[in-house]
């Protein structure tokens, strides 16, 4: 089922506790990184899906879906839409209940058919914004990151 209304999208953050992260980067400055770590802050079992590595945040990586001993719940797709299909297909395979394509990750084929086979799917979301949004992790001025600040800096001396 296509998952895009406030409800769902709390219900989805609320039921799934287990996420794989597919295309999770160890490079501190990439935004799976942000998601997975914000994740892991929040109480949430974060698995690393990446071929290219052996572990990522502290964590054991895997080389794909099926490699991972546990019972995955959430599927986050971090890769080109072009790569989507495999990834619906093996999330499917596992039994994970949710498919999450994240911002500017869309392929309507692959959701299509994830949905078909009785997953939740969310497309072109951000997992981390969604959680923040849905769950008070953002403020006025935008995300809780805790480098906006409402104090001005100190004016610089005059020029003379």
């Not at 989805?12 to 990184?33: K, T, Y």
């Not at 403020?139 to 001396?157: D, H, K, L, Y």
């Amino acid at each position: 089922m296509n998952v895009d209304d406030v409800a769902g999208l709390r219900r989805v953050l609320q039921g799934n506790r287990v996420i794989a992260v597919v295309g999770l980067s160890p490079n501190w400055n990439r935004p799976s990184f942000f998601a997975a770590k914000y994740m892991l802050e929040h109480g949430y079992t974060v698995i690393p899906v990446n071929p290219g590595a052996t572990e990522i945040l502290g964590r054991k990586c895997y080389p794909d879906l099926a490699s991972i001993p546990c019972q995955v719940d959430l599927v986050d797709v971090f890769r080109k839409p072009a790569d989507v299909m495999a990834i619906a297909e093996e999330a499917i395979r596992i039994g994970a209940k949710c498919l999450w394509l994240q911002l500017g990750v869309i392929n309507r084929e692959a959701v299509a058919k994830a949905a078909a086979a009785g997953l939740d799917v969310v497309m072109d979301r951000c997992v981390k914004i969604e959680y923040a949004r849905l769950f008070g992790g953002l403020n006025f001025a935008g995300v809780n990151t805790q480098v906006i600040s409402a104090r001005r800096p100190p004016c610089p001396p005059l020029q003379q």
